[in-house]
Antibody, heavy 119, light 110 residues
Framework: QVQLQESGPGLVQPSETLSLTCTVS?????????WGWIRQPPGKGLEWIGS???????YYNPSLKSRVTISVDTSKNQFSLKLSSVTAADTAVYYC????????????WGQGTLVTVSS | QSALTQPPSASGSPGQSVTISCTGT?????????VSWYQQHPGKAPKLMIY???KRPSGVPDRFSGSKSGNTASLTVSGLQAEDEADYYC??????????FGGGTKLTVL
């Protein structure tokens, strides 16, 4: 059974760096799919953060590009998100997901993890 | 890139049909055939319902259909059922390897 699972701290201090990892099980991250991060502030809509290919090629939302780094570790079948200089506006449920050819997020999503930015 | 525009809410009685719109620009919805729709129940991850404007993944009931005209895409749910009550989000490829989502529509089954 194919699964994605997010992991990382649920609480981050303002101005610090948010770090999350997505572990893919039952499916090789080296496949022809891309892998991405999407977030959802409480009570609000979805926002694409960025995507990565197993080669390491990355694609970021222009509005977040200056603060985002997405990386991949094919040996562990994982990909990761780092978001720097966080503020309360970055409080959200963060999802990892499989992305088809960078054009739509397909049916494979993680359960999501809530990250709160607060002191 | 700006979020796609969706109505905040929509509603219909069981058995009826309801259509949710998703308006973008010629740089996203109007420029590509890569519009997708997601259903999200409270506390759950989004579920893909429609991709490439009108295609349904395996397992999605044919009561769900998608279309596009110009810069506006639409999701129609026919034969409304209680379990269809959820939030629905559209998404579109926006060129230059970017994706954009809509603000979401809360569908209520009366």
């Amino acid at each position: 059974q194919v699964q994605l699972q997010e992991s990382g701290p649920g609480l981050v201090q303002p101005s610090e760096t948010l770090s999350l990892t997505c572990t893919v099980s039952g499916y090789s991250i080296r496949s022809a799919y891309y892998w991405g991060w999407i977030r959802q502030p409480p009570g609000k809509g979805l926002e694409w953060i960025g995507s990565i290919y197993h080669s390491g090629s990355t694609y970021y939302n222009p509005s977040l590009k200056s603060r985002v780094t997405i990386s991949v570790d094919t040996s562990k079948n994982q990909f990761s998100l780092k978001l720097s200089s966080v503020t309360a506006a970055d409080t959200a449920v963060y999802y990892c997901a499989r992305v088809y050819q960078l054009v739509w997020v397909d049916g494979l999503w993680g359960q999501g993890t809530l990250v709160t930015v607060s002191s | 890139q700006s979020a796609l525009t969706q109505p905040p809410s929509a509603s219909g009685s069981p058995g009826q049909s309801v259509t949710i719109s998703c308006t973008g620009t010629s740089s996203d919805v109007g420029g590509f055939t890569y519009v997708s729709w997601y259903q999200q129940h409270p506390g759950k991850a989004p579920k893909l319902m429609i991709y490439e404007v009108s295609k349904r993944p395996s397992g999605v009931p044919d009561r769900f259909s998608g279309s596009k005209s110009g810069n506006t895409a639409s999701l129609t749910v026919s034969g409304l059922q209680a379990e269809d009550e959820a939030d629905y989000y559209c998404s579109s490829y926006a060129g230059s390897n970017n994706l954009v989502f809509g603000g979401g529509t809360k569908l209520t089954v009366l």
